[in-house]
């Protein structure tokens, strides 16, 4: 499996966002992306999936390009979490994690491989307990863990995860941060943009910084999410903290 970005342009109304990336990512990569707000995260990740079209240059997965795959292909080989939420979903957690069997329900959805997806999924955002419940009475945390659960579901070889920590405890936003490292390791490719350098440090073996001017820099992550990288993209001072054998950065006061 194989993610290739080749010469990509991304422009919004006004600005470019990114100017001639290229970069490719293999089964068993693990990569976030940084940057300020509006650097263009979100954007990069809709078109890697698809979703929107490219400016210029191209998105292949396995020499295929990405806005040419059928709406049921691309969904079985992409799993994609954005940031806007489903706030009308009535129905209960296990059946809006279910959602993410569909693109490989066929014609039948109750399958015990279909249940043992969700229920795995579940049980690996700490929902069981939820289950049952009301989806729209979950906690913002509650909720998030719910979405990436039926990301999970979905069982899709590539995932692009747009800030997948948003609203979640510190507890629960190490276990995602090392599900999805695992998830890397058993060979998928995972791909998410973080606003915490740290977490990007610990469990990702790759990096990738939008600046604000549409240039970019990326590479192994030990390389990019260096001190004097950081400091550049963000446009302020940073802090070092050693703590066994990592570095740690935090905005000096």
């Known amino acids: 499996m194989k993610l290739t970005v080749r010469d990509l342009v991304l422009r919004v109304p006004g600005r470019t966002l990114v100017q001639g990336l290229s970069l490719e990512l293999e089964a068993g990569a693990c990569c976030a992306v940084l940057g300020r707000n509006g650097a263009g995260k979100s954007t990069l990740l809709h078109a890697l999936a698809g979703l929107r079209p490219c400016d ?16 049921r292909e691309a969904a079985q080989r992409i799993g994609v979490l954005l940031q806007e939420e489903h706030e009308s979903y009535w129905g209960t957690v296990r059946a809006y994690v279910a959602l993410g069997r569909l ?54 070889p590539v995932l692009l995860l747009d800030e997948p920590l948003t609203h979640l405890d510190l507890a629960h936003q190490a276990q995602v941060m090392a599900h999805c490292a695992a998830l890397a390791r058993a060979g ?14 610990r469990y990702c073996d790759r990096a990738l910084l939008l600046y604000d001017s549409a240039h970019f820099r990326h590479g192994a992550a030990a390389d990019v999410l260096t001190r004097t ?5 963000y446009g302020c001072r940073l802090q070092a903290i050693e703590i066994q054998d990592r570095t740690l950065l935090f905005p000096s006061v």
Request: glycine fraction near 10%; proline fraction near 4%; aromatic fraction near 4%.
């Open 229 to 233: 990288h950081l400091e550049a993209l």
């Open 56 to 71: 210029a240059g191209q998105v292949l997965l396995d020499g295929q390009p990405v806005h040419g795959l059928r709406r």
């Open 103 to 156: 693109p490989h329900a066929g014609g039948w959805f109750g399958t015990d491989e279909h249940a043992e997806a969700v229920e795995e999924a579940l049980r690996t955002m700490d929902l069981l307990e939820r289950a049952g419940q009301p989806y729209r009475t979950l906690s913002g945390g509650e909720r998030q863990r719910a979405r990436i659960a039926q990301l999970l579901a979905q069982d899709a």
């Open 188 to 201: 998928r490719i995972v791909l998410m943009s973080l606003h915490e350098p740290s977490w990007a440090a």
